[in-house]
């Protein structure tokens, strides 16, 4: 079920094309597309690697959690916002609240 955003063309079409939705903890990019896929991008300003891949693990994990079946076909990009704790089920309300008000999940 859990397909990933990998190739640096698509991450781009998302960043110039997509919409946005903005939370108080992260802005989700969406994009029409032909199959579903979602990616997370985080820079340097995060922290050190293993912080990095912490929080994209929880962000994983409720993407997870939140995409049961009932998804569009949308390229996803999270990017979470510079925090000093990463709260999972904080940003797992977001990730819901986000894809409802773009209407990219199905109810």
Known sequence: ??????????????FN?????YTRSLTLLY????E???GISLSKKHG???LRNRIKRIIRAGVREVIKDGVNPYYIVVLPKVREVYNFHEL???ILYSLKKGKVLSD
């Open 36 to 38: 579903f896929k979602f």
């Open 48 to 50: 050190k690697a293993h």
């Open 17 to 21: 094309k997509g919409e946005r939705v």
């Open 1 to 14: 079920m859990e397909t990933r955003l990998k190739k640096q063309k698509d991450f781009d079409a998302v």
């Open 92 to 94: 797992k309300n977001d």
């Open 31 to 34: 994009l029409k597309s032909k």
